[in-house]
C-alpha cells in the first residue's frame, strides 16, 4: 500500500519560513518524480514545485520561484519543500504527491498518490 506522509508547516508570520517533509512508503522503486501543490480556501489546486527522480532538475511555480526549494533524498523516501520569505498569499494547504511517468507537471490529474496535505498560515 502507498502512503505518502507529510509533517511540517504550520503558522508563521510574513517573511518567516517553514519546510515540509513527505515521506513516501510502499513503492517499488525510487524512480518517480515528486511535486508539491497547495489549495487556498476557494480556489483550485495548484503546482508549486516539482522534482525529477534523481533530484536533477527541479521545475517551480513563478509565484513561488527564487522563495521554494524543493529536494528530496531517496535513501530516505523523503522530500521536501523549503519555503523562505513566505507571503500572506502562501496561505494554503499543501499536498505532495507522485507523478505518473510520462506526463507534464502541472496537472493534478497527472498524480496518482497524495499526501495527507499540511496546513501553512502566513500572517500579515
Known amino acids: 500500500q502507498v502512503q505518502l506522509v507529510q509533517s511540517g508547516g504550520g503558522l508563521v508570520q510574513a517573511g518567516g519560513s517553514l519546510r515540509l517533509s513527505c515521506v513516501a512508503s510502499g513503492l517499488s522503486s525510487s524512480i518517480y518524480a515528486m511535486a508539491w501543490f497547495r489549495q487556498a480556501p476557494g480556489k483550485e489546486r495548484e503546482f508549486v514545485a516539482g522534482?525529477?527522480?534523481?533530484?536533477?532538475?527541479?521545475n517551480y511555480a513563478g509565484a513561488v520561484k527564487g522563495r521554494f526549494t524543493v529536494s528530496r533524498d531517496n535513501a530516505k523516501n523523503t522530500v521536501y519543500l523549503q519555503m523562505n520569505s513566505l507571503k500572506p498569499e502562501d496561505t494554503a494547504v499543501y499536498y505532495c504527491?507522485?507523478?505518473?511517468?510520462?506526463?507534464?507537471?502541472?496537472?493534478?490529474?497527472?498524480?496518482?498518490?497524495w499526501g495527507q496535505g499540511t496546513q501553512v498560515t502566513v500572517s500579515s
Open positions: 522534482i525529477t527522480w534523481s533530484g536533477n532538475r527541479t
Open positions: 504527491a507522485k507523478k505518473r511517468i510520462g506526463v507534464g507537471w502541472y496537472n493534478s490529474k497527472d498524480y496518482d498518490y
